[in-house]
């Protein structure tokens, strides 16, 4: 082996390292946006589950649902439950509007989007 092909080899190595240590800095930092959206969509998923079985549902009946729902994700120990539910209803119920999931039934209800 020559000088410049250990030199080239070094320098290759360094910049695999960079772009393995920007990538892991990167996931890192956009963790816990992460998490939040998958804790809404498994709450959603839940909701939308239960109005399968129901015409309308509440307030008081989305924070019922959605008590101790659990997200992760599958390369991170980190994990997300919803705490409140009350507070979190208020977050995920605007959430699947602007999804257009739910649609407002009157007296503070929702139902699914036709």
């Known amino acids: 082996m020559s000088t410049g092909q250990i030199i080239i080899g070094i320098v290759l190595f360094a910049i695999a390292s960079a772009i393995l240590y920007v990538w892991g800095l990167r996931k890192s930092m956009t963790q816990a946006a992460d998490l939040?959206?998958?804790?809404?969509s498994k709450s959603a998923a839940r909701v939308m589950q239960y109005l399968r079985q129901h015409p309308t549902i509440s307030q008081k009946e989305i924070a019922r649902q959605i008590k101790?729902?659990?997200?992760?994700?599958?390369?991170?120990?980190?994990?997300?439950?919803?705490?409140?539910?009350?507070?979190?209803?208020?977050k995920l119920t605007q959430y699947m509007l602007e999804q257009q999931l739910l649609e407002p039934a009157g007296n503070a209800c929702y139902k699914r989007k036709s």
């Open 68 to 90: 101790n729902v659990k997200a992760g994700l599958f390369w991170s120990r980190k994990q997300v439950q919803v705490q409140d539910a009350t507070v979190f209803a208020k």
């Open 36 to 40: 939040e959206h998958i804790l809404l």
